[in-house]
């Protein structure tokens, strides 16, 4: 059937299963915008306020679902729009199509209206992208990006569509939708040296990522962990993928993870890593980074293998075939020493927190309390991250989301936009004063769809973090770090057309808390906290994690 390259583009998202996308109209995607208004039965388009929204969106429907999330934006400024986003999904391997007009082929190069060089501007932050000079290419095209974005490491694949490419007509045939691509199963020789690695160690530790998340990996590590009788810990984008209550869990590790976590991996003397990548978040300085444990590194991105940190044994496999068959080859194991020494950590974890006045650890467990098991967790970036990350009771998988490794201040309210409509059940954004600025005029697109959920405003009238920083290592000088802004969010969110509530303790915020997860639409939460307080465990930049902050009274006179 004939037809114009906005319809075959339609037709071709449909025919890959796509049944939602996010987006912002404009004059180069008007065709676009066209053909989608005829299958408005077939496809619901978000439209947001911002085309950062819109990609954050997409980024949160692709985390909360594990499909391929899709945005659309026009040429010039919109396009732009979408690089923050992008980046974020990029840094954090999210499988994501993102779709951009542009001026007609023969104005390309002129400086026209609203033109820009989208593909070379994304160039280091996609898997790939595209310019689709011709009708006859674009259907291929389409599904080959949706077939690099799930392949392997899933990342974000742009494609650029002129405005006369969209106009032109081509023969269009309808196929199967793609699938992607096999990784290589594990060779047996890396998997017997795996084993003998690990009948030399007494101290195992299994560290793993968001490749672990993506594969669905739990089960099979928690089996492997009880075959080798070792602890588990995980970096921030693992969150989620193991039950928080399991007894061999320790928790996320690193700069800001949970003090037993962090110790146990730099006295292990046996670490295996499974699609994680040893960021510098993780490992402090490197070289210093866990000296007395070889390293066996498993993960389908053979760059990752040896960038960060010298491994013993480095495996570009299917991790999940990797997993399973290293269960299957390895002895029963017995580290009785080794599992008292970090029950040992995890009661000194448990004592530097007992009894302690902190109210975000006390919100968060209000939070982990009060929702459903399978309630998206979604956070911006900042201090109310890493209290999430350490004190959330994660039951189910794919329930925390969050930006990791861009760091992307405002990706929240889109991601939890966007896992609300892929979930099809109520979200809960953790955010703060600082992250919530940067996207509260997304409040208009989750009131105009009445999207359940529920955002948590950490209020402590400060840049937490970076403050933080300054009070620890900068003598308390705090240089553009107050906020003091004098925006009423709950009159803002009734603005929008949400509903506000306020919450100073632990008793008010229990009881609004518990309201907001019964309404229908979006609620704000306005939580006023202290602005001293502190996230801790705290890693010195470019530490070691022997000399973990663990309390305040472990911070040195000049540095309070």
Not at 115 to 122: A, K, P, Q, S, W
Not at 206 to 216: L, N, Q
Not at 331 to 352: F, S
Not at 505 to 521: L, R, T, Y
Request: hydrophobic share 40%; net charge neutral; aromatic share 8%.
């Amino acid at each position: 059937m004939k037809m114009n390259g906005a319809q075959i583009l339609v037709e071709t998202l449909i025919e890959q299963g796509v049944d939602t996308v996010f987006g912002f109209p404009g004059g180069m995607v008007v065709d676009i915008y066209d053909k989608l208004y005829d299958k408005q039965d077939k496809i619901k388009h978000i439209l947001t306020a911002h085309e950062e929204g819109a990609v954050h969106s997409a980024d949160g429907y692709a985390r909360a679902t594990g499909r391929t999330g899709v945005v659309i934006a026009t040429s010039g400024p919109g396009a732009t729009n979408l690089v923050t986003g992008i980046a974020t999904a990029y840094l954090d391997s999210i499988p994501l199509v993102a779709i951009t007009g542009n001026v007609s082929n023969a104005l390309i190069g002129r400086d026209s209206f609203q033109e820009i060089d989208i593909t070379g501007i994304t160039l280091p932050i996609t898997k790939h992208n595209f310019f689709v000079h011709k009708v006859q290419n674009l259907a291929d095209v389409v599904r080959k990006a949706f077939e690099l974005a799930q392949s392997g490491r899933p990342g974000p694949v742009l494609i650029d569509i002129p405005k006369d490419v969209q106009e032109a007509v081509f023969e269009f045939k309808k196929t199967e939708k793609t699938e992607p691509k096999e990784l290589p199963l594990c060779d047996e020789s890396d998997i017997q040296k795996a084993v003998q690695l690990i009948k030399e160690s007494k101290r195992p530790y299994i560290y793993f990522g968001g490749g672990a998340v993506r594969t669905s990996l739990g089960e099979e590590i928690l089996k492997l962990a009880d075959k080798l009788d070792a602890v588990i810990g995980c970096s921030m984008m693992g969150l989620s993928e193991i039950p928080t209550d399991s007894p061999r869990f320790l928790g996320m590790q690193g700069m800001h993870g949970r003090y037993a976590s962090s110790v146990a991996l730099a006295k292990a003397d046996l670490i295996i890593a499974i699609g994680a990548r040893f960021s510098d978040r993780a490992t402090g300085r490197t070289e210093k980074f866990a000296r007395s444990a070889a390293k066996i590194h498993v993960d389908c991105d053979r760059a990752e293998i040896g960038k960060n940190v010298a491994v013993d044994l480095g495996i570009c496999c299917d991790i999940k075939d990797f997993t399973k068959r290293l269960t299957e080859a390895s002895g029963q194991r017995k580290n009785t020493e080794w599992i008292k020494r970090v029950e040992d950590l995890k009661k000194k974890e448990t004592d530097a927190y007992e009894g302690l006045p902190f109210l975000p650890r006390d919100a968060i467990s209000v939070i982990s309390d009060v929702v459903k098991p399978d309630t998206r967790i979604i956070t911006d970036v900042g201090q109310h991250q890493c209290w999430a990350a350490q004190f959330m009771n994660f039951k189910n998988k794919r329930t925390w989301i969050t930006s990791g490794g861009l760091g992307t201040m405002g990706f929240g309210l889109g991601a939890a936009i966007g896992s609300a409509i892929g979930s099809g059940s109520r979200s809960v954004l953790i955010t703060g004063d600082g992250s919530f600025g940067m996207s509260l005029n997304e409040l208009a697109t989750a009131v105009t769809y009445n999207v359940p959920v529920t955002i948590v405003i950490f209020n402590n009238n400060a840049l937490g973090m970076v403050r933080q920083w300054q009070k620890v290592f900068f003598d308390g000088r705090y240089s553009n770090t107050t906020l003091d802004r004098k925006t009423d969010f709950i009159k803002l969110a009734q603005a929008f057309g949400a509903k506000g509530y306020r919450a100073s303790d632990k008793e008010s915020f229990e009881e609004v808390f518990k309201k907001a997860s019964k309404a229908k639409g979006p609620v704000v939460i306005d939580l006023a906290i202290k602005s001293d307080s502190l996230v801790l465990p705290m890693l010195k930049p470019n530490g070691t994690f022997d000399n973990l902050i663990l309390r305040r009274e472990d911070i040195s006179d000049g540095e309070r």
